[in-house]
């Protein structure tokens, strides 16, 4: 009899400590919010443009780029998210501009009423060859005519000594076909190779306003630029390079202020 309820006793241990066994085998759930790596929602893949702001507790964040646009976006995504257009035409192209050239965002007026499409049919019809990369439409829809890797001549001639001022003293990569002098006090034509001409399409003798949608394209327009290139190009307009120049208007200096300090119209 002792045998017989030593072997159960036993039997009943064996058990009990296989349950054991099997329930610490079991998966765990996880806790919530817990994964194995941390992940902050952005697409690894996306373009890293390389600058960051500190945050409170000195850690490096991403910049906002264009307004609506996902945090950390990469170039390919802002561009979806902006209305562009592409009709590149050849004639207005003048030589290579790869990366490392890449410097300056120039912006312009077309001082004009017409159209970004009629711009630059304008542009590809009257033999000047002088083009800008992109022109933005008041109700923010975007032509683009010139590859962001190439030279457009929408700069121009610059004032004497600007080529050293600014650091584009190369010009052996601009084709300069089509160009004409307009006088000693400006032969430098350095810029046109080491920037991105943006227009708009406006006109300063009539003071008229910007519209948001416009401003709001311009902002998304340059968090592409910034995002393609990886870094941020220093933004001026056309009468920084030449003087006297009739773009950009006298409203835009308040925008163009906001967009070299915080690359928003508004400052946002």
Request: glycine content about 10%; overall charge negative; charged content about 25%.
């Amino acid at each position: 009899m002792q045998k017989i309820t030593t072997l159960v006793l036993k039997l009943a241990l064996t058990a009990i400590l296989g349950a054991v066994l099997v329930g610490c085998a079991q998966p765990q759930p996880q806790q919530s919010g817990a994964t194995a790596t941390q992940s902050d929602g952005r697409d690894e893949s996306a373009h890293q443009s390389g600058d960051s702001q500190q945050d409170a507790d000195g850690q490096s964040q991403p910049d906002q780029g264009q307004q609506g646009a996902p945090e950390g976006a990469s170039a390919v995504e802002i561009r979806k998210s902006l209305n562009i257009t592409e009709d590149f035409r050849d004639e207005l192209i003048h030589g290579e501009k790869p990366a490392e050239f890449q410097k300056y965002i120039v912006m312009h007026d077309t001082e004009g009423e017409g159209s970004a499409e009629d711009v630059v049919d304008w542009w590809a019809s009257n033999g000047n060859l002088v083009a800008s990369h992109f022109v933005v439409n008041k109700d923010g829809s975007i032509v683009q005519c010139v590859p962001l890797d190439n030279i457009a001549h929408h700069a121009g001639f610059g004032d004497a000594g600007h080529n050293e001022l600014y650091g584009v003293t190369d010009e052996s990569r601009d084709d300069k076909l089509g160009t004409s002098p307009i006088g000693d006090w400006a032969p430098d034509y350095g810029m046109n190779s080491y920037s991105v001409g943006i227009e708009m399409v406006h006109k300063g003798d009539d003071h008229e306003e910007y519209p948001e949608e416009q401003l709001r394209a311009v902002d998304g327009l340059i968090a592409y630029i910034d995002a393609y290139y990886g870094f941020k190009s220093s933004i001026i307009d056309h009468n920084d390079w030449r003087t006297g120049n009739s773009d950009t208007s006298e409203e835009f200096q308040p925008y163009l202020l906001n967009l070299q300090q915080s690359r928003t119209h508004d400052g946002s």
